[in-house]
């Protein structure tokens, strides 16, 4: 019913910045609440940051609020996320999330639909 691809990932020096990008399929995305996550090798997967259906809510882990910017353009059935000043502890695969309810998620067993992934390495 609904897929997600994600983009934008890549490698980075510590500092610097990436946009990644989840562009997603299907007619109901406006109803859907949308998160990011992120999961390095042997850890679990991590919420990093969410935004309800119209996108007014948004919710972030501690770990990246004042970094990481969470948005979405509905018109384009897009969610992106802004990362800047990127360290290289922020190296993980970064998935994109969708979740049928539009009330906003911050646990993995909330989200329906998930990305494939996306890397992202930070180098020191």
């Known amino acids: 019913q609904v897929q997600l691809v994600e983009s934008g990932g890549g490698l980075v020096q510590a500092g610097g910045s990436l946009r990644l990008s989840c562009a997603a399929s299907?007619?109901?995305?406006?109803?859907?609440?949308m998160g990011w996550f992120r999961q390095a090798p042997g850890k679990e997967r991590e919420f990093v940051a969410g935004?309800?259906?119209?996108?007014?809510?948004?919710s972030y882990a501690d770990f990246v609020k004042g970094r990481f910017t969470i948005s979405r353009d509905n018109a384009e059935n897009t969610v992106y996320l802004q990362m800047n000043s990127l360290k290289p502890e922020d190296t993980a695969v970064y998935y994109c999330?969708?979740?049928?309810?539009?009330?906003?998620?911050?646990?993995?067993?909330?989200?329906?639909?998930w990305g494939q992934g996306t890397q992202v390495t930070v180098s020191s």
């Open positions: 299907g007619r109901t995305f406006s109803r859907y609440a």
């Open positions: 999330a969708a979740s049928s309810r539009g009330e906003l998620r911050v646990g993995v067993r909330g989200y329906d639909y």
């Open positions: 935004t309800n259906w119209s996108g007014g809510r948004t």
